[in-house]
């Protein structure tokens, strides 16, 4: 089964730019839509963003034109560049394989990402 570790989060202010990566190892990811979704405190976690294999992406409303999703099949690697950060986006992020918006895997322990004021 595929083992997914996510990075990349951090502390940064209000416009600031973060790039998360989300690693894959025991088999590849080539033949599966995949997902980005975060979990702020005292939230349920939501669907930021997905990738077909194909490469056709969709976003939640709440980060459409500032964040997107990528993968590189070769590196085994899905990203969620993330621009003109704001508070509301602080989160601990995770990525999963995904089908139609459903997360496929278990939860990972995440990234976190802090947007401070």
């Known amino acids: 089964q595929v083992q997914l570790v996510e990075s990349g989060g951090g502390l940064v202010q209000l416009g600031g730019s973060l790039r998360l990566s989300c690693a894959a190892s025991g088999r590849s990811l080539i033949f599966y839509d995949m997902g980005w979704y975060r979990q702020a405190p005292g939230k349920q976690r939501e669907l930021v963003a997905t990738i077909t294999t194909g490469g056709s992406t969709n976003y939640a409303d709440s980060v459409q034109g500032r964040f997107t999703i990528s993968r590189d099949h070769a590196k085994n690697t899905v990203y969620l560049q993330m621009n003109s950060l704001k508070p509301e986006d602080t989160a601990v992020y995770y990525c999963?394989?995904?089908?139609?918006?459903?997360?496929?895997?278990?939860w990972g322990q995440g990234t976190q990402v802090t947007v401070s004021s």
């Open positions: 999963s394989k995904q089908l139609r918006g459903v997360a496929l895997d278990s």
